[in-house]
């Protein structure tokens, strides 16, 4: 049946180069094991009316995302992605073409994001669609940017505007692939992250994997010009400090470093110092006035049926 012509034909659309040694085709994809390089291995499940709609969102946009918001998370510890693999779960009440129509989605967004997709799987079920992505990613032994090495006095930067995701940026954004491993490779970077979740809540892990504080400056934060069209009743910073899908990256570093990498006539990242990493715990936010207060805000949460 189809599921084998669509694997097929997603087979022939691919183009192997050295970073897959055996692709689609057999038992297991075949990746190569270079010397002096450790292995990063992120996935992330996403389901149609949590991530995605598919009665409203295109299969292109859908493919794109699927595969980005992955390697967001290669780019948050400094890596080269080197391989996908896509798992789909398709519902029963979609016909052949509809699939084939998302397989070639996502051959794009790979060739965009040149990344080869290696493998996966397909099924089909009485529910709305669901894919997950696995991606292969390298960097280079004992380079990779943890959560964990931020240290007070450290300055809290990220790469770029905040709060657009809900006007439909979480379709357009770019991995900050690049960014990432110019960062790693021209300063000392501390900690980093991904703004998945939100500025607030994606912070956090920094703070509690590194057993540190942070102090942000409300001033300082960059809103996303989308959200002045917000009639939600939420302030354009609150929607900056928790709403998720962002991706940019959030990093610490020293203020030495911060002021050498802003100097490099070179440097392509967007830095934006938005607070600072102090020895007391917890996050507050500190508004024009010097006034701190605890940050409140939780950016999203998967939550249980008995979760309030």
């Not at 996403?46 to 995302?65: C, M, N, P, Q, Y």
């Not at 770029?160 to 960014?179: A, K, M, V």
């Not at 929607?239 to 991706?247: K, P, R, V, Y």
Request: hydrophobic share 40%; proline share 5%.
């Amino acid at each position: 049946m189809v599921e084998f012509e669509l694997i097929e034909e997603l087979k022939s659309l691919q183009k192997y180069d050295s970073r897959v040694n055996l692709g689609i085709g057999d038992d297991c994809a075949i990746l190569p094991q270079r010397a002096g390089f450790e292995t990063l291995v992120t996935t992330d499940l996403l389901l149609d009316g949590v991530h995605f709609r598919t009665e409203v969102d295109s299969l292109k946009k859908i493919a794109r995302k699927s595969l980005a918001v992955n390697l967001s998370d290669i780019a948050a510890m400094a890596g080269t992605p080197t391989a996908a693999f896509i798992s789909l779960v398709f519902p029963k009440t979609w016909n052949a073409q509809r699939a084939r129509q998302l397989f070639q989605e996502l051959v794009h967004a790979a060739q965009e994001f040149q990344i080869p997709i290696a493998g996966g799987d397909t099924n089909t079920w009485s529910n709305p669609l669901a894919i997950n992505v696995l991606i292969y990613g390298e960097v280079e032994q004992g380079q990779a940017i943890l959560r964990s090495g931020a240290q007070p006095g450290d300055q809290i930067c990220v790469s770029g505007p905040l709060g657009g995701s809900i006007f439909g940026r979480q379709f357009t954004f770019t991995p900050r692939i690049s960014e990432a491993k110019w960062l790693r490779k021209n300063a000392r970077v501390t900690s980093m992250i991904d703004l998945s979740d939100g500025l607030i809540s994606d912070l956090e892990h920094i703070l509690e994997e590194s057993s540190v504080g942070a102090e942000i400056f409300a001033e300082k934060i960059p809103i996303s010009e989308d959200v002045g069209q917000s009639v939600d009743g939420i302030s354009p910073l609150d929607h900056a400090l928790s709403d998720g899908e962002d991706f940019e990256l959030l990093w610490t570093m020293s203020p030495a470093e911060l002021e050498k990498v802003l100097n490099l006539q070179s440097c392509p990242v967007n830095i934006i110092p938005v607070g600072i990493i102090t020895k007391t715990l917890g996050c507050h936010l500190v508004d024009e006035q010097g006034q701190k207060s605890p940050c409140s805000l939780q950016g999203f949460v998967h939550k249980f049926h008995e979760d309030s």
